[in-house]
């Protein structure tokens, strides 16, 4: 079982689903042990819940409801009412505080059940609690499938495969403790239409003499106007909901296994935070926009062909857009080396390692001097 301390990043909103933590009502915790009654958590061994005193496991109580997609334009509309207040309100029985050490904002249902931030462990002040209206509703949850123990034997073979790492950090290890945290993500689906246009170069040779009479065979390009129109359809664009410095090191934890994404349910969070998007889902959208603009060129120059490709126009149509809003897992870890501090992320569905690392300036050093000293003994023997 993972260390249960708060995360080590409190810059961002946070779900405070831990462990009927947050869903006290005052009727009893949400999630009790059929046996003991303490708190049940999600087991990652299981894929249940467990209780982490007397080990009793109880099945997970999974919605029947698919996992559908949602009305991109629709939704934009229901949010920007419900922010000016012209119709539907708080959703139901949800709350947030802003926290006013760290500026985190905890979400969470029922009762507030902490007095304190789950990030800084500051006091909360009740009376700041406000129903919460414009939130996007979670949709999935891909639950955490890679156990403490993998993570961190896929985070020390990670410290030994890195080039150039000082000696002592690839004896040491990144030590340090593992959070369990979900994070928030987009997925965009849209049917597109694209016209183009564009020049296709194809290159040709000719034979010219110089004045000694050497031959020699000079490239050149010819140039072509090319245009034409193509649907393409995207499926489960993922965009990260977060403004966050970890963007890259996050980012680069895909592809993500979708499939295994199971409708939201508390009881998935349960022994786990969750952070809140801080993304938009108007913003969310052009950036996934981006990633659909930047694959459709992709498309516009393979069809283009030739050896050298230029595009010269690009008018693109997005119809039927859909979204879901979905949680992923991921194992975060903060470790010091030398008094600096490093960061890591593990995809926690998957394995995948990503993070921050020393480096060793000596080996670098010496890696390019060896070099150095290679090129000048085959430019000597060239010289012989």
């Known amino acids: 079982m993972a260390d249960r301390e708060p995360p080590q990043f409190p810059d961002h909103d946070v779900v405070a689903e831990r462990a009927g933590e947050a869903v006290d009502s005052g009727k009893g915790r949400t999630f009790p042990c059929e046996q003991c009654g303490a708190d049940l958590e999600f087991s990652i061994r299981e894929q249940n819940l467990a209780c982490p005193y007397c080990g009793h496991v109880q099945p997970l109580v999974i919605p029947e409801e698919e996992i559908c997609e949602n009305d991109y334009l629709a939704a934009l509309e229901r949010l920007e009412a419900e922010a000016a207040g012209t119709e539907g309100a708080a959703i139901e029985d949800v709350h947030e505080i802003r926290c006013e050490g760290c500026g985190a904002n905890v979400v969470f249902q029922g009762t507030l059940t902490s007095t304190t931030c789950p990030y800084c462990a500051s006091p909360l002040q009740r009376d700041r609690v406000h129903n919460l209206k414009t939130r996007v509703r979670v949709d999935a949850v891909v639950p955490f499938l890679v156990p403490h123990e993998r993570a961190a034997a896929n985070l020390r073979n990670w410290v030994q495969s890195l080039w150039f790492a000082p000696n002592d950090f690839r004896q040491e290890g990144a030590n340090g403790k593992f959070q369990g945290c979900y994070l928030p993500f987009y997925t965009f689906d849209a049917a597109t239409f694209t016209k183009w246009s564009g020049q ?7 034979t010219v003499r110089n004045d000694k009479g050497e031959t020699s065979q000079v490239r050149h390009t010819r140039w072509s106007s090319v245009w034409g129109d193509f649907d393409k359809p995207f499926d489960d664009v993922l965009i990260l909901a977060l403004e966050d410095d970890r963007r890259n090191l996050i980012q680069s934890l895909e592809p993500w296994p979708l499939d295994q994404a199971k409708p939201f349910t508390l009881q998935l969070l ?4 969750a952070r809140t998007y801080d993304v938009k889902l108007r913003d969310g959208f052009q950036r996934g926009k ?3 603009d930047e694959a459709i060129r ?18 693109s149509r997005y119809d039927a857009i859909t979204f879901k809003h979905l949680l992923l897992p991921v194992w975060l870890l903060a470790y010091k080396f030398h008094e600096k501090t490093y960061r890591v992320t593990i995809n926690a569905a998957t394995g995948e390692v990503q993070g921050e690392r020393p480096w060793s300036w000596i080996k670098i050093t010496l890696f390019v001097l060896m070099w150095v000293a290679i090129a000048l003994v085959l430019f000597a023997l060239f010289q012989r």
């Open 200 to 206: 296709r170069g194809d290159h040709y040779y000719v």
């Open 270 to 273: 349960t022994g786990f935070f």
């Open 290 to 292: 981006a990633r659909m």
């Open 298 to 315: 992709s498309e516009i120059v393979r069809r283009i062909g030739g050896d050298e490709q230029q595009v010269t126009g690009q008018q």
